[in-house]
């Protein structure tokens, strides 16, 4: 089963031109992993939204997820925001999330504006799991340091979590 798939959101302006790795999301996919979390992952960064669209709609109906995680930076928050309308469209039971550094600093506008149930601030590695964690357990997500949600119409902000402090880990 796959608890969650991670997604290396289209970037609007470089396409296919795009260099670089998505080192980020993988050392989430690979913490969702370590925990004992089903993880698929979803490329799309060097890929337009409108060519890369059938392909994330295969793999979320492939996978169903229980949830979708979206790396948002400020370029490509526009293919972010499609993708996660899509993922209620197809699933709206599915939970998604999302984190980088656009989605840190606009938290709230994207807990308003966007298909968005959860925005990780800052590093995201130990707050996936434990959001994986409370989801599977069907717990609270008070206890999640570090993320914000909609509760009854109102953004929730949980403290922020300590940075992890052993990189190696």
Known sequence: MTDILIVNSSSEE??????????????????AETAGFGTAF??????????????????????????????CLSFNR???RDAARLVKNIDPGAVTIFGGPHATPMQDQILENYDADIVVRGEGEITLVEILRALKNGDPLDGVGGIGFKRDGAVVRTPDRE??????S
């Open 42 to 71: 979803f490329d799309s960064y060097r890929t337009p939204w409108p060519a890369a669209r059938a392909g994330f709609e295969k793999i979320l109906r492939e996978t169903r997820p229980l949830a979708v995680g979206f790396s």
């Open 14 to 31: 470089y396409g296919e031109t795009a260099t670089g790795y998505p080192l980020g999301v993988c050392y989430l996919a690979a913490a």
């Open 163 to 168: 940075f992890i402090s052993d990189l190696d």
């Open 78 to 80: 526009n293919s972010a």
